[in-house]
């Protein structure tokens, strides 16, 4: 059974750092992408930043603040958040997909960023 394990959300002042990590576990199945997603209170959940093999692509609203980055010996995938603005307080969510296109999505944890 495929587990996606999120850590790293919290509370911080506008203008600060956090790191978000998922790690990926109980598939046979080799990772196609990794990605993470956010939903603010009343949004519709969107695409933050997703990374397939070497690429890697951001939204434009966390472009030069935000950077994904993958370990595939450990299938994990973070998140470096940098210069945090109140309209990054969020739930954020991982996604992987494997390979035959399987999805799954991590449980979400929350960032909150204070003003």
């Given at each position: ?7 790293g959300g ?16 109980g598939?046979?199945?080799s ?7 956010r939903?603010?209170?009343g ?20 472009k030069?603040?935000f ?5 595939n ?8 958040m940098?210069n945090?603005?109140p309209?990054?307080?969020?739930v ?14 991590g ?9």
């Open positions: 059974q495929v587990q996606l394990v999120e850590s919290g509370l911080v002042q506008a203008g600060g750092s956090l790191r978000l990590s998922c790690a990926a576990s598939s046979s199945f990772i196609n992408a990794m990605g993470w997603y939903q603010a209170p949004k519709q959940r969107e695409l933050v930043a997703a990374i397939t093999g070497g690429r890697s692509n951001y939204a434009d609203s966390v030069g603040r950077t994904i980055s993958r370990d010996a450990k299938n994990t995938v973070y998140l470096q940098n945090l603005t309209a990054d307080t969020a954020y969510y991982c996604k992987v997909e494997y390979e035959l296109l399987h999805e799954y999505w449980q979400g944890t929350q960032v909150t960023v204070s003003s």
